[in-house]
């Protein structure tokens, strides 16, 4: 038995069976014509070299060190984290992260 908002379907009869078919038919072609579309404007906006979205890209540990000479030499720490594309706070943590990672290896 299938419910299809207020009315029953007995799917063990064949008009029943026919009319669950038809709807798992016409699911199946809405979703092909959506994953057709996102393909379709991954695409262009790769083609465009648009943003993607996905994870933020990954600094490098010289990246850090690099940013943090700015900052020692009196660059304000907030106009280097937003020139690397990261909060104050992410970046702050990025140092204190290569600091640990540093001081470990100096062990």
Not at 7 to 16: A, K
């Amino acid at each position: 038995m299938l419910n299809l908002g207020g009315g029953n379907v007995d799917t063990g009869t064949p008009m029943g069976s026919m009319v669950f078919t038809v709807m798992a038919a016409l699911a199946q072609m809405e979703l092909e014509i959506k994953r057709e579309r996102i393909n379709d404007s991954v695409s262009k906006r790769r083609a465009a070299g648009k943003d993607l979205g996905g994870r933020r890209q990954q600094f490098t540990d010289s990246q850090i060190r690099n940013a943090r000479r700015l900052i020692d030499a009196g660059e304000p720490a907030v106009h280097v984290a937003r020139d690397l594309g990261m909060s104050r706070a992410t970046f702050y943590r990025r140092m204190a992260e290569l600091d640990a990672r540093e001081w470990m290896a100096k062990r």
